[in-house]
């Protein structure tokens, strides 16, 4: 980002250490207690007894959910909750349609809910979808509290909050309003460049029948095949239950960050004004380093490969092939991108900082 200095997390082995595949599973272990074995080992015995709340700040499709997700897959998922903010408001709609769930909702948040619009104003807005009135951020607190009580005592990563610039002043005081106050919170800022995000969004893929998600061009599958009708290239889920369904794009991507500006915009603020805040601690991850500087402090396997694909002209098939991918970053230094597994390395190492373990 610029004027904002995220520094290089350096994780370069020694010459003759292991390599890793970092889209296996059982590899991505061995990786992490490679080079984390010692945070990670303290992160297990903090959190056998102790909690703590991360607040995820990072621009629209940064990548936080899966980097809360390998977190939890190298220190143990059963004591970590990802609680996306979108996701909870979005689940409201089946509350107050259902009699039964909306009778419990509004005994919920008539002693945990105060704010300056009644209780049934916001759910007739809710049932009309209406736009007029937006819903107050005192309401997605309480639905927040609900929704982290049902998790029980685990390390909250919450996503989605502070969502604008006036809730940043809620976020300090979050930890009392959930009740984990004997608990640390902290601060997960992203930084990642805007011309990853958008190859992120205009080469994504899903598969129609177990929604995966891949790329075609940062993260492929095993199985690639062509459609001469149009000229394109195309992945196959890997999913066994799936049986080579063809994956593909949403309506809308191949605009990339177009339609999302306005959004990235107030996300770089909110990064922005979290980053300047005072008696919070940060953990501060990025996701790109300079060309120039990534042999001294990356392995060459932590780098995000572009893939390219080509039809053999013998048997027909696709041959999958990659390459190193260089892009520019937000001050158009030719950096590489990180694979999603070095990012959470520096999450755990930076979180286990944070806490003093």
């Known amino acids: 980002m610029k004027d904002l200095h995220f520094p290089i997390f350096k994780s370069k082995s020694r010459p003759g250490s ?41 621009k629209k499709s940064s ?15 059963e004591r970590i909750a990802h609680v996306s903010v979108g996701d909870v408001v979005r689940s409201l709609d089946k509350d107050v349609r259902d009699p039964k769930r909306r009778k419990k909702l509004e005994e919920f948040l008539k002693t945990n809910y105060r704010g300056w619009l009644p209780i049934d104003q916001i759910i007739t807005a809710q049932l009309k979808r209406s736009t007029k009135t937006l819903m107050p951020t005192e309401f997605v607190l309480a639905l927040l509290k ?16 502070p969502r604008d610039m006036d809730q940043v002043s809620y976020s300090l005081f979050f930890r009392d309003l959930i009740d984990f106050r004997d608990d640390p919170d902290l601060f997960v800022l992203f930084d ?3 011309s990853v995000i958008d190859e ?14 891949r790329n075609l061009k940062l993260l492929a599958t095993k199985k690639a095949g062509f459609d001469p009708e149009t000229g394109k290239f195309f992945l196959y889920c890997d999913n066994p239950k799936c049986k080579d369904i063809r994956m593909v794009r949403k309506e809308g991507d191949e605009l990339g960050i177009g339609p999302i500006k306005k959004r990235l915009d107030l996300d770089d603020k909110l990064i922005r004004q979290a980053f300047s805040l005072y008696g919070v601690p940060k953990v501060l991850l990025r996701n ?9 402090a990356i392995d060459d396997y932590e780098l995000t490969p572009a893939y390219f694909y080509q039809v053999d002209q013998k048997d027909k098939k696709v041959k999958i092939k990659e390459k190193p991918w260089v892009i520019p970053d937000d001050e158009g230094v030719s950096s590489h991108s990180l694979l999603a597994p070095a990012v959470t390395l520096s999450m755990i190492v930076q979180i286990a900082e944070a806490l003093d373990l």
């Open 146 to 161: 609900r929704e982290i009580a049902k998790q029980g005592r685990k390390a909250i990563f919450l996503d989605g909050f």
């Open 18 to 58: 292991p390599r890793f595949d970092l889209s296996d599973a059982r590899e991505r272990q061995k990786y992490f207690q490679f080079k984390a074995g010692e945070e990670i080992g303290k992160l297990k015995k903090y959190l056998k007894d102790n909690t703590f709340i991360a607040l995820l700040i990072g």
């Open 63 to 77: 990548g936080k959910g899966t980097y809360t997700k390998l977190f939890g897959e190298a220190v143990g998922p």
């Open 192 to 194: 990642v460049p805007l």
């Open 288 to 296: 790109a380093v300079p060309v120039e500087k990534a042999k001294e």
């Open 200 to 213: 992120r969004i205009k080469h994504r893929v899903i598969c129609p029948q177990c929604q995966t998600p």
